[in-house]
């Protein structure tokens, strides 16, 4: 296969515009600005206006041309909308009278006039022209389409000039062209064929947005070169880049002919400055088109290009509806969540939907989802830092995934297609849309991959393609392409999502501030109330125990009774406050995680039991080792202190036992280790079922206080605090009389 | 009888007692009256008290005694300046700081047990409510920082 910079080269520097060399159907005269003195002239003015190049050089323009008519061409110079191209001219030689197409344009110091003869004195008037094209510009745009404007161009055209073959080619993002519009009466049709970017080279691309229309009127002409060859003041070739009579490469000339063409004309069809496409025609025998039809034709194509953009833009129109509909369901939606993640997540059909997508992957800080037919994680990771750099601000789209990212091939089946959204970078916040591969046949007007031929020196030289039989091509690793509104849309969405996570972070910030305050205001209000409380209690507590001391011989029993009484009650006071400041404290330290093996901390835990209650007869059962988990290592001795006690105080049974063991849950579809369920069970009292859901609040006692070894009424509370805040969960299952199971985990649940 | 005849006559310490609660005064007053050792008690009711009586301004300009206290309770929660802030300033004086100080306080908070310690307290004890509690806690403490321990002789001013 030929290399792309190869089948370029020697076409792509030929020097088109300055070839020296004019078409024989009409004359060109080169005059210095001001005298209006001819400087060069066309070998051809014997043939076309009886006078030798010889007798007219050096000669003034009046030589030619009445004075009236001198004046129309300095008026046409200057613009004066009286006298535009063409101007209706006329020589006189040997008592004949000539008619001509007069055609003018400036270029630095020097003026261009091209004289193309016309059969009779027509007088080309602006009426005429406007009733010639009224009707067409009208159809061109009440047209509801983008092709059916393009067939109606095509058709209008060929009416207008009478070509065989009318045809509109556009051109893709890589230059390469296909014919989406055609009106002909030839038997073969060239709809749908595509043509290769080398089929029209660089410069004459460029020569098409300077110079909007072209007419070869016979393709076998013989050129005409120019007297003398050079500027004579410059000794600089001619730039014929604005005339209408320039002699056109050899090359394109073979190329018609390979395609069987005589006579071809081609306009122009530019968007925002880009040439979008051309008007094509052609024709199998000679045939020459006057330039005010080639003007009306111009016009029609500048009406067509001023079109486009509306076409384009009402293109899709339904599409384009239903895309902002889902944008605003979709951000609709996510100004609703929380978080950025979470709400994405949730919407992910709507996210597909949002581009015609089959997979996306979410990015957010390392997190990586993904919804639907996409890459594995780790071809998605690779994959995106080979985009960055490639992101042209923040979005980066490619139809053929492969063809530039060679690792791509391997899933090109489901991702060829390929959007990518950068929503921010700092956060590492992407999102990326994944097309699969649609298998699709091109038709090239003649194989592509060989427009260039190896001479027998070993240089390349650039020839035209000879075969023109449909040769069809299997594209392989494309996608339907992303549309430009697809595209668009997801900008839109970018902006918006940047907004909302910005609201978010702002509300989240402000959020966190006031938790902050309030928390440490808590925080004191806890210490300082706890303070404020016991101050007056100590007293309470203290002249009681006085009392009872110095009045010892005065009170009698009953009124000692009640001063113990008094005492009891302060004390559980005491316990009251330090538990609810306990639990307060417990809500807001900080985890400190650390490897823990929980086999040990248990084993420390019952011998604090056996040591602190030497009375109590309980068989501790622990069936399979515990395992080393990260936790924190105070706070999960103190839960299961917490459980253990309450085991053994509500717990009437003489031969008493607790289990303390874990289930190790089936692992669920991620790469994350399942989480052990931690139990702690009794043959204990156990809870009503109708009691199960008070048994976590603070203070809230099931049993009288003096039963069962009272307590405050916050052992449970703060086990759940704890509990809470690993992440975890905690649960119970109990049958009255039999006993009760409490389960809990002690890290995040993975998002299943 | 009297072997360290040489040595001069013990003097009765001085301990400073910062409290502005009238009935924590009066149980701590209570349970030291029952010590065995003679003590004389300096009560002052807020941090600038201490403080003027410390440097011996205001109203303690004219103070006859030269020593001084061979020990501070301090209670944290004051009035006004509170005791933190009476720790700081002792413990920042020279002269001063070599005066032992514990701090005497409901407050369980860690934060003020660190920064006690950090402002160099000598010992922290949290007020108990259990009156057999505070008489050992009491007990311990004069025991403990007259007898025990040897403090430097003669702090005088």
């Known amino acids: 296969m030929a290399d792309k910079t190869i089948d370029l080269t020697n076409c792509d520097r030929e020097p088109i515009h300055i070839p020296g060399l004019i078409q024989p159907h009409g004359v060109l005269l080169v005059l210095q600005d001001f005298h209006l003195e001819i400087m060069q002239v066309s070998n051809n003015t014997r043939k076309i206006i009886g006078y030798q190049p010889e007798e007219l050089l050096g000669k003034q323009l009046s030589y030619l041309l009445d004075a009236k008519q001198i004046q129309k061409i300095q008026q046409c110079l200057t613009e004066d909308f009286e006298s535009i191209n063409p101007l209706d001219l006329s020589l006189k030689h040997s008592n004949k009278s000539m008619y001509f197409d007069g055609i003018v344009h400036r270029l630095d110091s020097v003026i261009i006039l091209e004289l193309e003869p016309k059969k009779a004195k027509q007088k080309t008037d602006f009426v005429d022209f406007y009733h010639q094209v009224k009707g067409t510009i009208t159809r061109i745009q009440k047209a509801p389409t983008l092709l059916e404007m393009c067939q109606i161009v095509v058709k209008e055209v060929r009416h207008i000039t009478g070509f065989e073959r009318v045809m509109v080619y556009r051109f893709d993002q890589e230059g390469a062209g296909c014919v989406i519009a055609e009106d002909t009466d030839q038997e073969i049709p060239y709809l749908d064929l595509h043509y290769p970017p080398s089929d029209i080279p660089k410069q004459a691309r460029h020569l098409y947005i300077l110079n909007w229309l072209r007419l070869i009127p016979d393709v076998n002409y013989q050129p005409v070169a120019l007297i003398p060859p050079n500027h004579p003041l410059t000794n600089q070739p001619l730039d014929l880049s604005l005339s209408v009579l320039r002699s056109v490469s050899p090359i394109h000339l073979e190329y018609m002919r390979n395609m069987g063409v005589t006579a071809s004309m081609s306009i122009s069809l530019m968007q925002n400055q880009q040439l979008w496409g051309l008007i094509a025609c052609h024709h199998s025998s000679p045939k020459y088109i006057p330039y005010n039809i080639r003007t009306t034709c111009e016009f029609i194509g500048q009406v067509m290009s001023v079109e486009l953009a509306n076409k384009e833009a009402s293109e899709d129109i339904d599409y384009k509806m239903q895309l902002k509909s889902l944008q605003t369901q979709f951000v609709e939606a996510l100004s609703q969540t929380k978080y950025f993640l979470d709400g994405m997540v949730q919407l992910k059909s709507q996210l597909l939907n949002l581009v015609k997508a089959t997979g996306v992957v979410i990015y957010s800080s390392n997190q990586c989802i993904q919804i639907g037919e996409t890459p594995s994680e780790a071809e998605v990771h690779a994959l995106l830092n080979w985009i960055k750099p490639q992101l042209d601000q923040g979005v980066f789209e490619t139809p053929s995934l492969s063809k530039n990212y060679p690792d791509g091939a391997s899933f090109s089946a489901i991702a060829s297609g390929v959007l990518a959204l950068e929503i921010s970078r700092v956060h590492h916040n992407y999102i990326i849309w994944f097309r699969p591969e649609v298998i699709q046949t091109v038709n090239w007007g003649g194989n592509p991959h060989k427009p260039v031929e190896v001479l027998s020196d070993g240089s390349f030289q650039m020839s035209p393609r000879k075969s023109f039989e449909l040769w069809q091509e299997t594209v392989r690793g494309y996608a339907l392409p992303w549309k430009l509104c697809e595209i668009t849309a997801v900008t839109e969405l970018r902006s918006l999502i940047v907004g909302i996570v910005l609201r978010q972070a702002d509300e989240l910030a402000s959020m966190n501030f006031e938790l902050q305050r309030s928390n440490e205001e808590l925080d004191s209000f806890a210490y300082i109330a706890s303070h404020d409380l016991k101050e007056p209690l100590r007293g309470i507590h203290n002249y009681a125990n006085f009392l009872m001391e110095d009045y010892a011989e005065i009170l009698n029993q009953d009124g000692i009774a009640k001063l113990q009484t008094l005492v009891r009650l302060t004390q559980r006071m005491e316990d009251l406050i330090n538990s609810l400041l306990h639990f307060s404290r417990l809500g807001r330290a900080e985890i400190m995680r650390q490897t823990v093996n929980l086999q040990d901390l248990l084993q420390q835990v019952i011998n604090t039991f056996s040591i602190t209650r030497p009375q109590s007869e309980i068989e501790f059962r622990i069936p399979q080792t515990l395992p080393k988990i990260e936790c924190d290592r105070a706070q999960v001795n103190e839960l299961f202190t917490n459980l253990i006690s309450n085991a053994i105080k509500y717990n009437d049974k003489a031969q008493k036992w607790v289990e303390i063991g874990y289930i190790q849950q089936e692992p669920p579809n991620t790469p994350l280790t399942a989480l052990p369920i931690f139990y702690v069970r009794d043959n204990g009292i156990g809870i009503l079922e109708k009691h199960l859901d008070k048994i976590f609040q603070i203070f809230r006692r099931l049993h009288g206080r003096d039963e069962f070894g009272g307590g405050t009424g916050a052992g449970l509370t703060i086990a759940r605090k704890i509990v809470e805040r690993h992440g975890g969960r905690i649960w119970v299952e109990s049958t009255p009389t039999q006993g009760s199971t409490f389960y809990f985990t002690l890290a995040p649940e993975a998002i299943a | ?157």
Not at chain 2, 26 to 45: D, F, G, W, Y
Not at chain 2, 59 to 85: A, H, Q
Not at chain 2, 108 to 134: A, H
């Open chain 2, 1 to 157: 009888m009297n072997l360290t005849s040489t040595s001069p006559i013990p003097k009765i310490p001085l301990l400073l007692i910062v409290e502005d609660s009238n009935e924590d005064f009066e149980a701590l007053h209570r349970l030291l009256q029952r010590s065995p050792m003679k003590i004389s008690i300096q009560r002052c009711v807020n941090g600038e008290q201490a403080l003027a009586f410390l440097y011996r301004t205001g109203n303690y300009r004219d103070r006859e005694i030269s020593l001084m206290p061979g020990l501070i309770v301090l209670d944290l929660n004051l009035p006004g300046t509170d005791g933190r802030e009476v720790l700081r300033q002792i413990k920042q004086d020279d002269h001063l700081k070599i005066v032992p100080v514990v701090v005497f306080t409901t407050s369980n908070n860690p934060k003020d047990i660190e920064d006690c310690y950090r402002y160099g307290v000598n010992s922290y004890i949290v007020k108990p409510i259990n009156f057999e509690q505070l008489k050992r806690d009491i007990q311990t403490l004069i025991r403990y920082w007259f007898e025990v321990t040897k403090l430097p002789e003669h702090l005088e001013y």
